[in-house]
Nanobody, 122 residues
């Protein structure tokens, strides 16, 4: 069983930056494509943010994230560097791992973390 664990969330002001991290025991993430999704307050759906391929060579971003966020895979850890944060970025951010990718689709990922809260104040 693969259990991704997120860290790095917090509270920042508009224009600030945060760097999220995702790891799993046994260096498991080296075997998977990994994505970040987010769930906004009051929303049931998790929205795609960014994804990276198993070997770290390919990535994809949502329209909102492109140009402000950067996903990277360094050995068995995946990072999401978020810059120029806006109040609309406030959400719980989830890390997910899957055998194919990078994919923007929720169902492409089999293993999900419990999330880390990101709050951006105006």
């Amino acid at each position: 069983q693969v259990q991704p664990v997120e860290s790095g969330g917090g509270s920042v002001q508009t224009g600030g930056s945060l760097k999220l991290s995702c790891k799993a025991s046994g260096r498991a993430l080296t075997r998977f494509a990994v994505a970040w999704f987010r769930q906004m307050p009051g929303q049931e759906r998790r929205e795609f943010v960014a994804a990276v391929s198993q070997n770290g060579a390919n990535s994809d971003y949502s329209r909102s994230a492109r140009g402000r966020f950067a996903i990277s895979k360094v050995d068995a850890e995946v990072f999401l560097e978020m810059n120029n944060l806006l109040p609309d970025d406030t959400a719980v951010y989830y890390c997910a791992a899957g055998t194919s990718g990078p994919s923007i689709w929720f169902r492409a990922y089999d293993y999900w973390g419990h999330g880390t809260q990101v709050t951006v104040s105006a």
